[in-house]
């Protein structure tokens, strides 16, 4: 067995390794550093500038138990759909993409389980993977700083926390324990120096915004109880807030409210129609991008971030997770086909849509990195 896996290659131990302490929930950060920092000569396959990075389940298989469970991978494509390619490629696992940044060069994506649900990171290439969260309890609702450095999330072990950590692991900071305050949705500003979240409580209690330094200081109840709110983004400028406002029989609909509390606005009346979140903000700060669904359809709306000019973009029977592009000209997001998920692009505008993945499976949650 040793002479066995010295002939191997050592991109094959790191996989045998990172294989491993996913199946057993065993964390080798020490070991998976030494050993990444004896690979850095090694020659990586390169990810081309124009790509999308999304979510499948291409390579998976049935869970074992759970048989109705397919597994998924996060997976890398040109922008005109080809080069499909498998950055995890780790059978009977389910990851699942969460987030990208292109000034970092990393992403972060998550392990689910049935036990518990944690986060890991890896470069825009696939290699580097590590472990960057507890895989006790359950990790989610996670998000990159603007510099793509550090992220925020939800460890809930027992009670949900708003965490921040380096995206390697390490620097570890609690928001919220002290505060006594459950949180979920936790979003950097654009700054990086402030994080909205939604907090409660009580576990019955409605969601309320706030908002709070990254060091912990500083925390602002923005919102009271007339609803329960989720959901929340920065505005470009910092200056506001935008979150999602639901109420049992009423559906819910897109408010926005000043940091400081001021200005307290509903941008949007859907007639018992309901929001898909997250919410997107187009890069030059002006258009809000979301999915609105009823009991026959879901589709992709924009508007003016002052509830102005909304646009349907998408008439069909089931679309969902619109993002701008970079230079906010494309917009890409997906729309069901023939009982699978498929992943299209179309003009800001809502014309030329294409579709990009354009396969039989289901395909998930892109993130265009142009």
């Known amino acids: ?19 491993e302490y996913i199946n057993n929930g065993i964390i080798f950060f020490l070991l998976l550093i030494s050993i990444s920092a004896c690979n850095e000569n090694i020659v990586e396959p390169e990810i081309k500038t124009n790509t999308i990075f999304y979510t499948s389940d291409k390579d998976g298989n049935k869970d074992s138990i759970l048989t109705s469970i397919i597994n998924h991978d996060v997976f890398s494509m040109s922008s005109n759909g080809e080069d499909q390619i498998n950055l995890t490629n780790s059978p009977n696992k389910n990851f699942w993409l969460t987030a990208l940044s292109t000034v970092s060069k990393k992403i972060l994506f998550s392990n689910s389980s049935p036990k518990a649900s944690y986060y890991l990171s890896m470069n825009i290439n696939g290699t580097q993977k590590r472990i960057v969260t507890s895989t006790l309890g359950r990790n989610f609702d996670a998000s990159l700083s603007p510099d793509g450095q550090y992220f925020v999330f939800v460890f809930q072990h027992p009670q949900n926390d708003i965490v921040i950590k380096n ?3 390490t620097t570890v900071i609690n928001l919220t324990s002290k505060y006594k305050i459950e949180g979920v949705y936790p979003k950097f500003s654009y700054d990086g120096e ?10 019955l209690a409605k969601g309320k915004i706030f908002i ?17 709110y989720y959901h929340n983004i920065f505005s470009l400028d910092n200056k506001q807030i935008f ?30 129609q309901y929001i898909n979140a997250p919410l997107n903000l187009s890069p030059d700060g002006k258009k809000l991008l979301f999915s ?33 592009t970079q230079d906010g000209r494309k917009i890409i997001y997906v729309k069901k086909v023939n009982d699978v998920f498929q992943i299209f692009e179309m003009n800001s505008d809502g ?8 396969n039989n499976y289901n395909n998930f949650h892109p993130i265009p990195n142009y």
């Open 212 to 228: 709070i330094d990254r060091n912990g200081s500083n925390l602002r109840q923005l919102t009271d109880d007339t609803l329960s």
């Open 194 to 203: 402030k994080i909205c979240f939604t907090g409660y409580k009580t576990f």
């Open 1 to 19: 067995m040793i002479f066995s896996i010295l002939e191997m290659s050592l991109n094959n131990l790191i996989k045998i390794i990172f294989n």
């Open 167 to 169: 995206i390697n692991g």
């Open 292 to 324: 609105r669904f009823d009991e026959n359809s879901s589709n992709i709306f924009s508007m003016d971030i002052d509830g102005t000019n909304l646009i349907q973009l998408t008439s069909c029977k089931e679309a969902d997770s619109p993002i701008y």
């Open 243 to 272: 979150f999602t406002g639901w109420r049992k029989g009423w559906g819910n609909e897109i408010f926005s409210i000043n940091v400081d509390g001021s200005n307290y606005k509903q941008l949007t009346i859907g007639n018992s």
């Open 351 to 358: 014309t030329n849509k294409r579709n990009l993945s354009n």
